[in-house]
């Protein structure tokens, strides 16, 4: 697995929304399953109405293959949970420890959101 570049977004879930941003982010996971460009993805709670979204690629193509992906369309068309729109900002990895022949799609089996 590589990850050299990135995708990072922080969502603010409006009065009431939060339940419906978390299942919309953890509903994600399917999808972003079947992206092969995609190397590391992750979906996060901050506290009660901050979430975000962090994502690792090996190259430019998978990452913009993820922005036009089934996830992305999905925030888009539930953009009405938000506080503001979702802004996706690039980045570079520096470093990163990713498991070898780990499965993915596990995620951890004690977190709920």
Avoid: Y
Wanted: net charge negative; proline share 5%; aromatic share 8%.
């Amino acid at each position: 697995m590589d990850a050299t570049i990135a995708l990072v977004t922080r969502l603010e879930a409006k009065p009431g929304k939060a339940q419906e941003v978390a299942n919309l982010l953890t509903g994600g996971l399917g999808d972003v399953e079947e992206e092969p460009g995609t190397t590391a993805w992750f979906a996060i709670r901050f506290g009660v109405v901050e979430f975000g979204l962090f994502m690792a690629f090996p190259g430019e193509i998978g990452r913009q293959t993820h922005l036009a992906s089934k996830v992305a369309a999905a925030l888009k068309e539930n953009a009405h949970l938000f506080e503001g729109t979702p802004v996706f900002e690039t980045a570079d990895v520096l470093a990163a420890k990713l498991p070898a022949g780990a499965s993915q799609g596990q995620g951890n089996p004690t977190a709920r959101c």
